[in-house]
């Protein structure tokens, strides 16, 4: 189409002809503000922060809807511009509960930030009345509060055009309108999957986990109580950045030893139970192919993804691999192996994790989660919740040595790490099910044909004879293309692996807050997935299989994948759930 030059404030830019006014400043490094603009996903030109002057206009436009044309001029930050967006937050403000000290969004909400960079204060410019505060606590994994809703509409496209669920929208009109569910039926009482995603695009603090802080640091407390935490792959990845670190840096190390500081009894790595789970993931893959078992395959890491799959594909319940995730085969382990091993009751273990997923509270709470008749995972906390909790005991992350995970749930492979990435969880699926089937060690072990965070991959293997054709779909709106494909006859594969976020656990819901400026210009899933692949390249071992623990638990415990003790501990069964329900 070629390329279109204009100016901005003065300054000749030259654009790709398509191209919008708030795209051109930024190839022009000026920074028009917005709220409401996510790129491809929500571009409505609803909150008019970005509104600037065009020559020949005769209103203000709004940059981020507008297309550019050749000769066009355009002026960002007239007195005219700044006066427009100054009101445009004040009247924001005039409907907004403002309980910044206290809001957990405080110093990293979108709102009050711009809110600073055009000196808008809390004075009330706009008295009238305020919309009643409305909040949501029904669902297992997050709260809805209203009251500070901009009606950006982020989260409604996002559960809508990236999810491809829809359970929120915009109800009533002008003034009255609010963002809520079908009905005014509460969150959890409808088919919402818990993948958090709204609350990742959310400006403000209108949307937020549930959070357990008080209760784990309690359990800490108690002497009764033997208090062990598992760390996710994809946190490592993320958690640097709530402490000022450049995004895509693995902080591992100052992590686990902040959970020491923190005072968990035991800092075991989820790692460990990934590879867990890889053993029991291939043993059941290769039993399906070999002995004409439900094909295809489709992982059960995912807990969002699970859910999605109980809802809209119940006649796809019985292609899930029966493996409960790495959260809760964790929690099994420790409440049953170690809890023996170490000749500790249960009842007295208090199993924490620390997840990028908001899923993962609604996990532990679903039937079949509890292999030594207490709950598997006692409290799931995000990543969020961890940084918040560090800073709260006043533990200066910054400047903590680097410590590993304790014996002998913390060992692990670079086939676990990557489980944190799209594609990760299939690619240390094979790297064991090829040498199980070949008998023979891989010379490479990397099957970059699943890596990457395109939403939908695809590839074959010829195994011992054998084309083994995968995919690997991240979102659930690309979950739902691929399905339809299987279930028309359009596409046929032996395994799926189905992340329910967007690129994966390193784009999960529970992982820091990233900015809509920040979400519109840099790869956040390929940098933090980039963290998890190089810590697999630099380990020793890659494969699940040659886990030296992992080998000792079956040799003292489950005997091997797949026995009856494995299947009483490390499965689980589903439920098959209405569209309209929980």
């Avoid at 009764?224 to 990845?237: D, G, I, M």
């Avoid at 003292?556 to 490390?570: I, N, Q, R, T």
Wanted: proline residues 4%.
């Amino acid at each position: 189409m070629g390329d279109i030059t204009i100016k901005i404030n003065g300054m000749d830019v030259t654009a790709p002809a398509g191209s919008t006014i708030l795209e051109a400043a930024r190839l022009a490094h000026i920074e028009i503000p917005t709220l409401c603009y996510l790129k491809e996903i929500n571009e409505i030109g609803a909150c008019r922060m970005c509104v600037v002057e065009v020559k020949g206009a005769r209103t203000l436009v709004t940059a981020c809807v507008y297309p550019i044309n050749e000769g066009m001029e355009v002026w960002t930050n007239t007195p005219k511009v700044v006066e427009s967006r100054k009101k445009t937050l004040q009247l924001l403000l005039s409907n907004h509960r403002k309980e910044c000290l206290s809001c957990v969004r405080s110093g990293n909400c979108e709102l009050q930030q711009l809110c600073r960079d055009l000196g808008v204060t809390d004075e009330q410019k706009y008295d009238g009345e305020m919309l009643e505060s409305v909040i949501d606590t029904s669902a297992a994994h997050m709260i809805r509060d209203n009251s500070k809703c901009i009606l950006c509409r982020r989260c409604v496209a996002v559960c809508e055009k990236v999810q491809g669920i829809g359970v929120i929208g915009a109800n009533e009109r002008g003034f009255k309108t609010y963002i809520g569910s079908a009905f005014d039926m509460g969150l959890g009482e409808t088919s919402c999957v818990s993948c958090g995603q709204c609350i990742a695009v959310c400006p403000t603090g209108a949307l937020r986990e549930k959070d357990y802080i008080d209760e784990v640091l309690e359990a800490i407390a108690d002497p009764e109580k033997y208090v062990c935490v598992q760390t996710a792959p994809a946190v490592r990845a993320a958690l640097g950045e709530e402490f000022g670190y450049p995004m895509g840096t693995d902080v591992e190390g100052k992590m686990a030893a902040a959970l020491r500081r923190i005072g968990f009894d035991k800092v075991f790595d989820t790692d460990f139970s990934a590879d867990l789970t890889i053993m029991e993931e291939a043993h059941e893959f290769l039993d399906r192919v070999q002995n004409g078992g439900v094909l295809p395959m489709i992982t059960s890491c995912s807990p969002g993804w699970i859910k999605y799959c109980e809802h809209y594909f119940p006649d796809m319940t019985e292609n899930l691999s029966s493996c409960k995730s790495p959260q809760q085969m964790f929690g099994a382990v420790l409440k049953t192996y170690y809890a023996e091993k170490m000749g500790i009751d249960p009842k007295n273990i208090v199993s924490v994790s620390i997840m990028p997923c908001t899923a993962k509270k609604f996990e532990i709470g679903r039937p079949d989660q509890s292999a030594a008749g207490v709950p598997d995972v006692d409290y799931a906390m995000t990543t969020r919740e961890l940084a918040r909790m560090i800073k709260r005991l006043g533990i200066r992350f910054n400047e903590l040595p680097d410590e590993g995970f304790d014996d002998p749930l913390g060992e692990s492979t670079g086939a676990a790490v990557i489980f944190g990435a799209t594609g990760g969880v299939m690619e240390a699926a094979l790297r064991t099910a090829v040498e199980t089937l070949t008998g023979e060690e891989l010379p490479n072990p990397d099957f970059v044909d699943v890596r990457g965070t395109k939403g939908i991959k695809e590839a074959s293997y010829n195994v011992a004879g054998m084309d083994v054709k995968v995919a690997v779909a991240s979102g659930l709106g690309n979950a739902r293309e691929l399905l339809e494909k299987v279930k028309s006859g359009e596409a046929d594969y032996h395994f799926i692996e189905i992340m329910g976020c967007p690129g994966g656990c390193v784009n999960g819901g529970g992982q820091p807050q990233v900015s809509g400026s920040v979400r519109n210009t840099v790869d956040v899933q390929g940098i933090r997935a980039k963290v998890l692949y190089d810590n697999d390249a630099a380990k020793t071992i890659r494969k699940s299989h040659e886990n030296p623990s992992i080998k000792k638990v079956y040799e003292e415990y489950f005997g091997e994948p797949g026995s009856h003790k494995a299947h009483e501990v490390l499965h689980t069964t589903y439920v098959k759930r209405s569209v309209n329900g929980n």
